[in-house]
């Protein structure tokens, strides 16, 4: 299988000061570790979707002062990119381990997708646990649980996507980092399995 487990020091690198520093850690470290899970899940979700996916490890490219606070593997049916298009994501922060599916800002289909959502407000919080999270931006680590969200909340948020530019839509679980710091490779692609199996419908309907 090839998949290392996560662990504290993976966690702490988000707190190395300085971009070049940071970005050297999470290089030899982080890096390889997304890298295996994509090639991993890749295969995974073209059968639970229906369709070719393939893994972008985000490199961080662009930034030129302020590193990194999280990193992660995105899986888009697009060879080229994930950001016009819902996705899946595997990654971490200092203080987290998330698995989510995602629409972000970039995706022209947004405002469409957002009405589309709105339209099955019931069947999705009958398929959502209530310990997964809701965010409408994937900048921030803020997010609600299911289970402290009514139905108006979720109205909300997909009315949001449909009229507000910056507003996102990411749905799945974050994973306190002690806790997914102890989990083994196997107990950590079983844990990804089943988030993915919850959270696809929702990317379906997108």
């Given at each position: 299988?090839?998949?290392?487990?996560?662990?504290?020091?993976?966690?702490d690198?988000?707190?190395i000061?300085?971009?070049?520093?940071?970005?050297?850690?999470?290089?030899?470290?982080?890096?390889?570790?997304?890298?295996?899970?994509?090639?991993?899940?890749?295969?995974?979700?073209?059968?639970m979707?229906?369709?070719?996916?393939?893994?972008?490890?985000?490199?961080?490219?662009?930034?030129?002062?302020?590193p990194?606070k999280?990193?992660?593997?995105?899986?888009?049916?697009?060879k080229?990119?994930?950001?016009?298009?819902?996705?899946?994501?595997?990654?971490l922060?200092?203080?987290?381990?998330?698995?989510?599916?995602?629409?972000?800002?970039?995706?022209?289909q947004?405002a469409?997708?957002?009405?589309?959502l709105?339209?099955?407000?019931?069947?999705?919080?009958?398929?959502?646990?209530?310990h997964?999270?809701?965010?409408?931006?994937?900048?921030?680590p803020?997010?609600?649980?299911?289970?402290?969200?009514?139905?108006?909340?979720?109205?909300?948020?997909?009315?949001?996507?449909?009229?507000?530019?910056?507003?996102?839509?990411?749905?799945?679980?974050?994973?306190?980092?002690?806790?997914?710091?102890?989990?083994?490779?196997?107990?950590l692609?079983?844990?990804i399995?089943?988030?993915?199996?919850?959270?696809?419908?929702i990317?379906?309907?997108?």
């Amino acid at each position: 299988m090839g998949i290392t487990a996560f662990t504290e020091q993976d966690f702490d690198v988000f707190q190395i000061e300085g971009l070049e520093q940071r970005m050297e850690q999470l290089k030899s470290t982080v890096r390889p570790k997304l890298e295996a899970l994509g090639k991993y899940f890749s295969p995974v979700l073209s059968v639970m979707t229906g369709e070719e996916m393939y893994y972008h490890v985000v490199k961080h490219a662009r930034r030129t002062v302020n590193p990194p606070k999280d990193t992660w593997v995105a899986f888009a049916s697009n060879k080229r990119g994930y950001k016009m298009l819902p996705h899946f994501q595997i990654g971490l922060s200092h203080d987290h381990l998330f698995i989510l599916t995602a629409v972000i800002n970039e995706c022209p289909q947004k405002a469409a997708i957002g009405k589309k959502l709105e339209k099955k407000i019931d069947p999705i919080l009958e398929n959502i646990p209530g310990h997964y999270i809701w965010s409408d931006d994937h900048t921030k680590p803020d997010a609600t649980r299911t289970d402290h969200m009514n139905k108006h909340d979720l109205e909300d948020l997909f009315r949001r996507m449909q009229m507000i530019k910056k507003s996102e839509m990411l749905c799945g679980r974050h994973i306190p980092r002690d806790e997914a710091a102890k989990m083994g490779p196997d107990e950590l692609v079983k844990t990804i399995e089943d988030v993915f199996v919850h959270v696809l419908p929702i990317y379906k309907m997108a």
